[in-house]
């Protein structure tokens, strides 16, 4: 990977400095690249003219006399501004990256093809294309029209390609309707989440660890012990556990599991206007370009204002002219491991309650550059074989194999049908309506429209297991782990203008409708969930979208009172050196806020996260750098009830846990002096708390990476409402808790005037660096600045209409 990195970063260096003869003809080509905008443009395919005008923010208000023609200029523009992010996630989910990074040498698209294997192995673009195949008339009609307007784009465009396409030589092939439709497969995998927490579960088994210590590293916040038996089986032998941990180290970091979000909505009568407010920021990866896209598009029939997706023609997240919507991910368990036993007679067959049956082979080609290779993938009654997938975990005459089960996986996902409907849905009766046939990913839904209204639920499929509840790998030979149907959707939950004139989600449990039905054991501990009901009960009646807005940025982190109570007891003074004893003091004084620009969030993170490795780090030895982030609640279950914990196994000392808490502060503070200097005032969470937005191609480069990745100091945490999840990296010599997860885009929906709603997106709206509009939005998304989406934003000199030809 570095060998290609660097002859990349040498021919980029090349085009884009030009130490050469042609510099400034080549740079005056590239920024070719940039859009047109303003004027006239004729075009194929359009049935009437269509207007998109831009603010000044490039965000486009699009005008078109009927959906057919919106369609189509939404992948017009979409193109326009983010057409290699559209190429990027079309080939990853067709399982087609290698064939265009092998351009640039063999060793470069051998080292991506690990997420061609995966996705060409789980079978997502065939699923898209299955899903097209049986789409409805107007499903049809939005996928073969936004084709047409990105295809036009590409036919009629002037000037280079964005500077990605011309790194890697590549023209890219006409979009294709199924292109469109992989999107929701790829998300659909990467939020379900839980087949990669039961692969971590393997691994610490094959690592040594008992199934007490396993359970008691996967208790959940409200203290209950996962039931461990199905691991104590003894199914796997050293050899697989061995491939095991193969599988998980050759995921590729783009496709692991990811999600969170907040999501809330106020009833009229706690609001100044009289109508409901929704606020919504899903938590994803943060990327470069950003994964969402904001737009307004008018038709004669309606209005929709939101957040799209390049390469995908429907309105995620936002507001119709009747209701708003938003999603935050319920962590559901809606993905099962299973370990199949291969019949010792046949390795061509596996063992099932019915006796052996043979598995489903594949054979797939993959164009690496010119070369090709064959992979063969064998898939099971419950579903793929990832020890197919990737090469590094087969073993010779393996005695079982692992396979994945998902929701997503399973025949009649009618998901993005169901988006098509939640488009035109005129009331929350209606999007309910909309949803009962969603499938995955599973999805919490706040609703709001301005009748007054509003409500939450949980919309997805929801596996009925004969036995167990998937917290841990499955013996596909007994069956006794399978599925056997779905739940029922009236037992999900679903909660309707309650009588608290509020519904809240943000990742943790839903209220259930059928107290006995287990949906996780994963959620996450409702500290940001309780944050802001404490928040919007201030304020009985009188809120303002502004209100919400302001919500969403609050930094205070819940679990600093509790959590700073319990380390400072276990803290002796007494062995402090008076810089030590002086940043407790500023710890105890500390309001719980994770500023940037102060120095206590960054002790208490350093400190935690240390602490967290020292009692955790000798059990799990190479898998602590995989185990759950620092959890407050396994801090008050080791210092209160598991002192054992802290002693080092691997010392003949029996060490206290005041041994630990007090040894990991004073490495904090040795840490923080190597690297920021000896006075605490140059110690800024802002200095290791930046958001850093990561290229798919450009982070690679040397060089490149710091000019064309975004990076910019950000407040929040990990349990903030403006949430901030830092990705701990501690090495011997250095430390960061670099900002990589959090709210791409920030939306506060007002039902009295939709118009009026709010909207602050992370980075900027084109993908290209040439473009005015690349990270232009980064500064005041950092800072809590939102932006309306209304016609009146919109410059009428920066407009660029659309005619038939």
């Not at 359009?46 to 831009?54: D, E, G, I, M, N």
């Not at 969402?292 to 309105?315: H, N």
């Not at 002796?572 to 969030?601: C, F, H, I, T, Y």
């Not at 982070?699 to 929040?716: C, N, W």
Request: hydrophobic share 40%.
């Amino acid at each position: 990977m570095l060998r290609w990195g660097k002859r990349l970063a040498l021919g980029l260096l090349f085009v884009f400095v030009g130490f050469n003869f042609g510099c400034a003809a080549l740079l005056v080509w590239l920024s070719g690249s940039v859009p047109q905008i303003e004027g006239d443009v004729t075009l194929a395919g359009l049935t009437a003219p269509v207007t998109v005008a831009r603010d000044d923010a490039g965000v486009p208000l699009i005008k078109a006399g009927s959906d057919g023609d919106a369609y189509f200029a939404l992948g017009y523009v979409h193109a326009q501004d983010r057409l290699w992010q559209m190429e990027s996630m079309r080939r990853i989910g067709a399982g087609r990256v290698a064939e265009i990074v092998g351009n640039l040498s063999a060793s470069a698209g051998d080292n991506v093809l690990s997420f061609d294997r995966l996705t060409r192995g789980l079978g997502l673009y065939r699923r898209a294309e299955e899903t097209y195949r049986r789409a409805s008339p107007e499903l049809r009609l939005a996928l073969e029209r936004y084709a047409d307007g990105v295809n036009a784009y590409l036919k009629t465009r002037d000037g280079a390609l964005p500077p990605e396409f011309i790194v890697l030589f590549h023209e890219p092939e006409p979009w294709k309707p199924a292109d469109s439709l992989v999107w929701q497969q790829l998300m659909a995998f990467q939020l379900g989440s839980n087949w990669s927490s039961e692969l971590d579960r393997l691994r610490m088994i094959g690592a040594g660890l008992s199934p007490d210590q396993i359970a008691f590293l996967f208790h959940g916040p409200d203290g209950r012990k996962p039931d461990m038996a199905p691991l104590q089986q003894g199914l796997l032998s050293p050899g697989e556990l061995n491939a095991a941990t193969q599988l998980a180290a050759a995921l590729p970091a783009q496709l692991a599991p990811d999600g969170a979000s907040n999501a809330w909505a106020l009833s009229g009568s706690r609001t100044k206007s009289g109508k409901p407010l929704l606020a919504s920021d899903p938590h994803l990866r943060l990327t470069n370009p950003n994964l969402w896209y904001l737009t307004r598009i008018e038709t004669p029939d309606s209005t929709l204002a939101g957040v799209t997706v390049p390469g995908v023609p429907f309105l995620i997240l936002g507001h119709n002219d009747h209701i708003a919507w938003g999603f935050t991910t319920p962590l559901a368990d809606t993905q099962d491991l299973f370990i199949e036993q291969v019949d010792p007679g046949d390795p061509a067959r596996y063992l099932t309650p019915d006796g052996s049956q043979a598995f489903e082979i594949r054979e797939e080609r993959f164009r690496i550059g010119d070369r090709e290779v064959s992979e063969t993938f064998r898939t099971t009654r419950h579903g793929p074989v990832l020890s197919d997938i990737w090469s590094r975990a087969r073993q010779p005459g393996q005695k079982t194999v692992l396979a994945l089960g998902a929701t997503s996986l399973k025949p009649g996902d009618n998901s993005v049908e169901s988006f098509l409907l939640l488009n035109r849905a005129r009331s929350v009766d209606e999007a309910i309506e909309a949803l009962s046939d969603f499938s995955s990913p599973p999805q919490n839904v706040t609703l709001a429209d301005r009748n007054g209204s509003i409500a939450l639920l949980l919309a997805g499929r929801m596996p009925v297991r004969k036995a167990g509840d998937g917290f841990v790998p499955a013996d596909g030979a007994t069956g006794s782990g399978d599925w056997i149907g779905w739940v029922d959707r009236d037992r999900l939950p679903l909660i309707r203008n309650p009588d608290s004139n509020m519904v809240v989600q943000a990742n943790d449990h839903l209220p259930r409708r059928d107290p006995r039905l287990s949906l996780s054991r994963e959620f996450v501990a409702p500290f940001r969930t309780e944050r802001i009901r404490e928040r919007l009960l201030e304020t009985s009646t009188g809120a303002t979208a502004q209100a919400q807005a302001d919500l969403q940025m609050d930094i205070f982190s819940p679990d600093v009172p509790h959590t700073r109570a319990l380390l400072l007891q276990h803290l002796k003074l007494g062995a402090l050196s008076d810089l030590e004893r002086d940043m407790v003091e500023k710890l105890r004084q500390w309001n719980g806020e994770m500023r940037r620009d102060r120095v206590e969030p960054l002790v208490y993170t350093l400190w935690t996260a240390l602490l967290h490795r020292k009692i955790f780090g000798d059990e799990l030895g190479y898998l602590i750098s995989d185990y759950r982030r620092t959890y407050p609640h396994m801090f008050n279950a080791v210092l209160t009830n598991a002192p054992e914990w802290c002693d080092d196994i691997r010392s003949t000392i029996v060490e206290p846990c005041t041994v630990s808490v007090r040894d990991s502060l004073q490495e904090a503070i040795a840490r923080l002096t190597a690297k920021f200097g000896p006075n605490p005032e140059d110690w800024r969470w802002g200095k290791a708390h930046e958001s850093r937005f990561r290229h798919q191609l450009w982070s690679r480069v040397p060089f490149l990476d710091k000019i064309l990745d975004s990076q910019i100091a950000t407040d929040g945490g990990d349990f903030t409402v403006n949430r901030g999840s830092p990705s701990v990296r501690i090495s011997e010599t250095d430390f960061s808790f670099y900002n990589v997860h959090g709210a791409g885009i920030r939306a506060v929906y007002d039902l009295s005037d939709l118009d009026a709603s709010l909207f602050s997106l992370s980075l900027g709206q084109s993908g290209n660096p040439f473009s005015e509009f690349y990270h232009d939005q980064a500064e005041a998304w950092a800072n809590g600045r939102y932006r309306r989406l209304g016609a009146a934003e919109t410059s009428a000199d920066r407009t660029l209409t659309l005619r038939p030809q």
